[in-house]
């Protein structure tokens, strides 16, 4: 039997599965609908965290003028938020507030006693990753700007390996990225990072052939790291975006153990095929008990609402195994 590796979380979201599905969607999804914030028009693809026996988030919003930025959020159950009605500020070492172009799809993983923001900034135009912290949500700091544009989907994982910091990306461009397979990089201070190799190729299955970014930060198990991600692929009617999985070895994080070549989710509820970008299923983060071995996925649903879906360690594990490619 696998196991997470890591704290119980009692309190996590969840809910029965129906079937033998390896993921299954909450029933009452969408968790966060249209114009949850003043002057936001959606909030999707963000994630959250285990918060002083609640939950913090840093959400996506887009706001009315089309430029989207990063907002808090807080709950007693994962389920039902309340926002700052604010941006999020992130301070800079003098002081002075960093000035935003843009900034979106943010990942949250708490490494040490600390909280690292992670998300696509914008600087002269051109998509960068950038890297901030809290310890309280409250104050948060910029950190450093890892890579040169062009990069999207930074993951952190949660703990030093090896004396490393490890950092997962997806090298762009500067549009909507027609291509693309996911980096790791190391680094030993979270300033300078190096070492960049390829950790996987788009796949030749046709629902993440055209491009794949990592989702939710690793979750650490028995059997390994085992990493969400999102695969996308090109129909005559845009971009689908899926949801996959794949186990790395857990001394070894450049190294695949297991890929799964099908996918664990992809668009088909209303809310994940019809919105402001049809037929997106995007994961940002994910829950863990690991009392119980329930994982709570949250992701973003057609670049529009935040969805919730449930697996358990041992579900999804024997399910990637199973259907290696």
Known sequence: MAKIIGEALPNIP??????????????????????????????????VVPFKGGFAGVFRGETKNGIPYLYFGKSADGIHFTFNKERIVFHQKGGDAYKFEYAYDPRVVKVEDAYYVIWCDGQHGLPVLALGKTKDFERFEMVSHP?????????????????KYYLLSRPSDNGHTPFGDIYISESPDLIYWGNHSRLMERGYEWWQGLKIGAGCAPIETSEGW?????????????????????ILDKDDVRTVKHRCGNFLLTPEADYETVGFVPNVLFPCSALTDAETGRIAIYYGGADTVVGLAFTTIDRVLDYIVKFER
């Open 14 to 47: 969840w809910q029965d599965p129906v079937d033998n599905s390896p993921v299954w969607r909450y029933a009452s999804n969408p968790i966060i609908g249209r114009n949850p914030i003043e002057n936001v028009t959606r909030v999707f693809n963000s994630a």
């Open 147 to 163: 890579f040169l544009p062009f990069n999207r989907n930074g993951v952190l994982f949660p703990r030093k390996i090896n004396g």
């Open 226 to 246: 085992l990493l969400f991600y999102h695969g996308a692929t090109q129909t005559c009617n845009g971009f689908v975006y899926s949801l996959g999985a794949v």
